[in-house]
């Protein structure tokens, strides 16, 4: 009678056996399964709350391309009188010049009221890179030069033609500052490099066209963005030889307007709010069937404070023309804001 009572008081233990009896694999594996339902959950509500709402859009990751909006005008008025200047007794209506030839490189000179040179002075380093363009000069007073091979390249050779020079505000000396690289090896069908250059104070940027490399049949010319600080080439237009160059702020943001050295056109390209290229360049107007020869070309382009476009012309195919052959003119242009165009205005013949 033993034995039925031992298998009921077992059968009894077995059905009342506390929650600890139970298998270990059981309680681990309910609690792998809590904690997986808990990360879910948490994982649901924050990828909700990281989401933007209906009324605060999100953020852009990167800066558009055109959000700053300047007055309409030119881009160059924050130059500053070199610092040099004053150290050499020369008063504040002294400039610097490079059109003073024959005499190679650049000359500090003084007027008086009628216009007569009352004094020049030219620094020893002024004249070692030859025959030079006209100077641009930024906010601190810095003057930049680029070579311009006149009659013949013995003073401007080709290997040179694409150096930027500067004369420093302090010091007054003039020196290499950036080397910009050619898209080609010089031949004897082209001795230019270099052919314009220009300041955008919004930016400090240097911008200059080079045609180097460039032959008769083949455009491999180059515009570059240069940091007017370190001489970092920030940006560049490949295959397109341009000639004079500037910007401007118009009604529908910053372009840099430039001469064509092949035809007769004078175009724009945009520019973001760091002043780098932006699409595809657009044809503003021509100079074709204008001026003393029909087919000159923009060589240098600048813009008053009255928003008057002024385009000095020459004739050029990339040849040495003696001075005596230069033909140039002067074309004026005005602004027209409501179109983002420009109108001729009129056109004086230059000796």
Known sequence: MAAPANKLSTARANRTAP????PRQRIWLIGLLTLILLLAV?????????????????????????????PIGNVNACRTFPAFVATLGFSRTAFVSTDARPQKGATLIEQDAKGNIIRTYQHPSW???????????????????IPAPWINVLDNPTIKQNIIYKIDTKTGIMADYVHLPAAAEPSTENPYGLLGLSYDCDTQSLYATSVAGST?????????????A?????????????????????AKGKRLYFGMARTSDIRSILLDDNGHFVGESRVEFSLAGLGAHGDEKGQRLSVDTDKILSVRSLEFDF????????????F???YNANSDA?????SVPLQ
């Open 19 to 22: 929650p600890s009896a139970l």
């Open 42 to 70: 948490g994982l649901f509500f924050w990828r909700r709350s990281s989401q933007p709402s209906a009324a605060t859009p999100a953020q852009p990751t990167t800066t558009p391309a055109l959000t700053i909006h300047r």
């Open 216 to 228: 008769r049949n083949k455009e491999v010319g180059r515009i570059f963005q240069i940091d007017g």
């Open 230 to 250: 370190t001489g970092k080439v920030l940006d560049q237009l490949d295959n397109i030889d341009a000639f004079g160059v500037m910007g401007f702020n118009g």
């Open 332 to 334: 004026k242009y005005t």
């Open 319 to 330: 040849n040495l023309i003696a001075p005596t052959e230069l033909r140039r003119t002067l």
């Open 127 to 145: 004249s070692t890179a030859g025959y030079m363009g006209p100077p641009v000069v930024d906010k601190f007073g810095n003057i930049f030069l």
């Open 342 to 346: 420009w109108s001729l205005a009129d």
